[in-house]
């Protein structure tokens, strides 16, 4: 079974930092590709940044600059480094994993940590 834990979220002043953490269970890790997404009230959820296990790296226009996303293969794990932040980037963060197997799709979530930026 595939389990995703996040930690790390919280509340934080404009231009401050959080690092959020995201443990993998299960044998997929090395195999998926990592992502992080994010949905704010009112909002769909959108994907913040994605790392597949050649080490490249996508981020959305808004985060460019001031989140990186990084995976630790032995500790299963990924994470999302997010500097400067704003008020727009309050949401709800979620890990996702998704890759396949026997060539069937599988797409696996945590269960979410709250972002709060706010004076």
């Known amino acids: 079974q595939v389990q995703l834990v996040e930690s790390g979220g919280g509340l934080v002043q404009p231009g401050g930092s959080l690092r959020l953490s995201c443990a993998a269970s299960g044998s997929i890790f090395s195999r998926s590709t990592m992502g992080w997404y994010r949905q704010a009230p009112g909002k769909q959820r959108e994907l913040v940044a994605r790392i597949i296990s050649g080490g490249s790296t996508n981020y959305a226009d808004s985060v460019k600059g001031r989140f990186t996303i990084s995976s630790d293969n032995a500790e299963n794990t990924v994470y999302l480094q997010m500097n400067s932040l704003k008020p727009e980037d309050t949401a709800v963060y979620y890990c996702?994993?998704?890759?396949?197997?026997?060539?069937?799709?599988?797409?696996?979530w945590g269960q979410g940590t709250q972002v709060t930026v706010s004076s």
């Open positions: 996702n994993a998704r890759g396949t197997i026997a060539f069937v799709p599988y797409d696996y």
